[in-house]
Structures are given as structure tokens and as C-alpha cells.
């Protein structure tokens, strides 16, 4: 698991329900020794609580932060969501670097129709389908 553009990790559950599994397994592998190497500044908290659904509260680079209910999902579908956000947000900070992030695109198309825009559109970044 990588935890690059990722600052902080929040794992809630109970011990004592059946539904805290996937939490677990999620924190086991966030606080693992490969894991953390990817991310040394990742702050990884655990909370433990006896009354509660479980949770992964993620917070990343840019402050952006996101809450998965983890009590119906399986440890794959965890992995899929964080590490899928993880990488769009890569990727657009390499966009950003290159130049591109928030660039508008020039159409010779509109001049060609008259319009005073050359603009196309944004370029946006769609995650790829798993």
C-alpha cells in the first residue's frame, strides 16, 4: 500500500462487532513497515471504540478529506477507494508541474465559426475504470 499524497489516517472500530474486520485489516496494512517507508510523515491514528459503525477517515496532501464506512465493505474495496484518489491526486500535481493542471485548451475550430472564445474546455483528469 502507498501512502503518498496522503497526511493522515483515522481508524475507528469496535472490537466487539464482526462488522470491524475490514478496519482492521486496513490499519494493519497502513502501519505496516513497507507502507510507512512509501509515506514516513503519514500520521496513522487508531481509535478503539466499544459503540460505534467502523470508519477510515483519510486526509490527504491537500487537505482534502474523505470518510469511508467500512462496516459493508471488504478490504479490497477500501484499498480500491483511497488508493484510486491517492493516484488522481498524483497525477494532477505532475499536470500541475508540467504545466497543464487548470489550462484551458485553444481551438482554431471557434475562430474558424466566429466566436470570440477559443477556449474548449478545462482539462479534467478521469479516473481510469478498475
Known amino acids: 500500500m502507498q501512502l ?3 497526511s493522515r489516517i483515522l481508524v475507528q472500530f469496535s472490537p466487539y462487532t464482526g ?4 478496519a482492521r485489516e486496513f490499519l494493519a496494512r497502513v ?5 510507512q517507508s512509501t509515506n514516513p510523515d503519514c500520521e496513522v491514528q487508531a481509535r478503539v471504540r466499544v459503540k460505534g459503525d467502523p470508519f477510515v477517515e483519510i486526509e490527504y ?7 469511508i464506512d467500512t462496516a459493508d465493505l471488504t478490504i479490497q474495496e477500501i484499498l480500491l477507494q483511497v488508493q484510486s484518489r491517492a493516484e488522481e491526486m498524483d497525477t494532477m500535481q505532475k499536470l500541475k ?3 497543464l493542471g487548470s ?3 485553444d481551438s482554431s475550430w471557434h475562430r474558424h465559426l466566429g466566436k470570440e472564445t477559443a ?3 478545462k482539462i479534467d483528469f478521469v479516473p481510469r475504470q478498475a
Request: aromatic share 0%; glycine share 8%; hydrophobic share 30%.
Open 119 to 121: 477556449t474548449v474546455g
Open 61 to 67: 496532501d491537500n487537505k482534502q478529506v474523505t470518510r
Open 97 to 99: 508541474a508540467a504545466g
Open 31 to 35: 502501519t505496516s513497515r513497507p507502507a
Open 4 to 6: 503518498k499524497q496522503i
Open 19 to 22: 462488522q470491524a474486520r475490514s
Open 103 to 105: 489550462q484551458q485548451l
